[in-house]
C-alpha cells in the first residue's frame, strides 16, 4: 500500500501521538526520566551520564583529542527491529521513512553525521553515521512512550530492547554540542545568555523546548568534506552562523573556511583569549536518547557585539529567546534548570556552568 493510500484512521492517529509528542515533550520527558531510577544524573536535570563521562572541572574544546574509527561494528539496535513496528506505518520500514510520508519538519535530511563509540577524557572516539540513524531509534522511542502514556500502557518494547541509554554499543549515538553562549562585560564581570525556542514545525527533535545555543548535531557539511570537517569547533562556528546570524545550513562545494569571514573573526578571537570554549561532560535525554557534549563559550563583550550582535529573530529552527541577554544569574539559571520547559541537556549546561562559573570567567 503507498503512502497516500494509508488508511485514514491509522494514519491520523500517528499524527495525533506525534502532535502530542511535540506538545509534551517536556513532560514526557519527565516521565522517561522515571524508567531510569538507577541511572546517575547531571546534578539536578534528568540529563543521564556515566562517572567517566562527567568532568571534574571545565575542559579547554581545543583540547578534546578526536579519534576515528573505519571499522566499528554496527550498533545492536538499529531501529528496524520488530519491536519498533507499533510506532511506523504501513510503507514507512523505519521511523524515518514514517515520518518523511506523514509528518515531515523543515528540517529532515538524512546527513552525514559522526557517531560516537567512546568516552575516555580527553578523548573522544567516533565512527561514520547517518541523521536518520538517531532519528529511527530516539524518535521512535519518545513516539512509543507517548502512545503508552496516552493509552495508559505501560508496555514499552523497543524502550525495553535497547536497555541501558548510556551504553554507546546499543545505538547508534550521534552527538551535538550544545553551546551556553556567555557574553561577559569584563568592567563589571556580569555575563548574559540567549536561549533558543525549537519549533517543532522545523525540527524533527527537541521541538517545543528551550534550548542554549547554539546547538548542532556533530556533521560535516558533506560526505566529501568529513575528514576536514572532524573538529569540534568548525562545528560550533557553523552552528553559531546558522542561530546567531541565520544563515542558511546548506553550503555550496565552493565553500572553505579559510574564505570565511565570519569564521577567520571567531579563529582570531579564540586565538586572543578574547573567546574561550569549555567542554562540561556529556549527557543523554532520557526521552529521546539525544546524546550531548555539554560546552560553554564566554566571549567578551565587545568581541561579542562586533560579531554577534546583529542577532537574528528567528532562524531555521526556532525563536531566539533574550537577544539582548538574560543575566546569568541564580534566579535565571533556576528558572530555566527547573520552572520552564527547557530540553534536558540545555538544563544540564546551564546548571554546570553556573557551578564552574568562577573558572569559566575568573
Not at 514507512?92 to 529532515?108: K, W
Not at 539582548?324 to 544540564?348: L, N, S
Request: proline share 6%.
Amino acid at each position: 500500500m503507498s503512502a497516500n493510500a494509508q488508511p485514514d484512521d491509522a494514519r491520523l492517529t500517528w499524527q495525533g501521538v506525534r502532535h502530542y509528542l511535540n506538545g509534551h515533550r517536556h513532560d514526557l520527558a519527565r516521565i522517561a526520566d522515571r524508567l531510569y531510577p538507577d541511572h546517575e544524573r547531571v546534578g539536578s536535570t534528568p540529563l543521564l551520564t556515566r562517572d567517566d563521562w562527567r568532568l571534574s572541572e571545565p575542559l579547554a574544546l581545543d583540547r578534546i583529542a578526536l579519534k576515528w574509527s573505519g571499522s566499528a561494528p554496527p550498533p545492536a539496535v538499529t531501529g528496524d527491529e520488530r519491536e519498533v513496528r507499533p510506532a511506523l506505518l504501513e510503507g514507512g520500514a523505519t521511523y524515518a521513512a514514517t515520518m518523511m510520508n506523514h509528518g515531515r519538519p523543515g528540517l529532515f535530511e538524512n546527513r552525514p553525521c559522526y557517531r560516537l563509540l567512546d568516552v575516555g577524557w580527553p578523548g573522544l572516539s567516533f565512527t561514520r553515521g547517518s541523521y536518520f540513524d538517531g532519528v529511527n531509534v530516539g524518535e521512535a522511542v519518545a513516539h512509543e512512550l507517548a502512545t503508552a502514556h496516552l493509552s495508559q500502557d505501560d508496555g514499552l518494547p523497543f524502550r525495553s530492547l535497547i536497555g541501558d541509554p548510556t551504553d554507546l554499543s546499543r545505538r547508534a549515538a550521534l552527538p551535538a554540542v550544545s553551546m551556553l553562549t556567555l557574553r561577559r562585560d569584563s568592567r563589571t564581570g556580569e555575563m548574559t545568555f540567549v536561549l533558543h525556542w525549537r519549533d517543532p514545525a522545523r525540527v524533527a527533535h527537541g521541538g517545543g523546548l528551550y534550548q542554549v545555543m547554539p546547538v548542532g548535531i556533530f556533521q560535516p557539511v558533506s560526505e566529501a568534506t568529513e575528514a576536514e570537517d572532524f573538529d569540534l569547533w568548525k562545528c560550533v562556528v557553523r552552528e553559531y552562523g546558522e542561530e546567531f546570524l541565520g544563515r542558511s545550513e546548506l553550503y555550496d562545494e565552493a565553500f572553505t573556511y579559510g574564505s570565511w569571514p565570519f569564521y577567520q573573526q571567531l579563529e582570531q578571537a579564540r586565538a586572543d583569549g578574547r573567546l574561550r570554549s569549555f567542554a562540561l561532560g556529556l549527557g543523554v535525554d532520557p526521552l529521546t536518547f539525544a546524546t550531548d557534549l555539554l560546552a560553554v563559550t564566554v566571549i567578551e563583550a565587545e568581541t561579542f557585539d562586533a560579531i554577534l550582535g546583529d542577532i537574528v529573530e528567528s532562524n531555521e529552527e526556532g525563536r531566539v529567546i533574550g537577544a539582548t541577554g538574560i543575566p546569568f544569574r541564580a534566579d535565571q539559571v533556576a528558572r530555566y534548570v527547573h520552572d520552564e520547559p527547557m530540553q534536558a541537556a540545555g538544563a544540564a549546561v546551564l546548571e554546570l556552568a553556573w557551578k564552574h562559573r568562577r573558572a569559566l570567567a575568573p
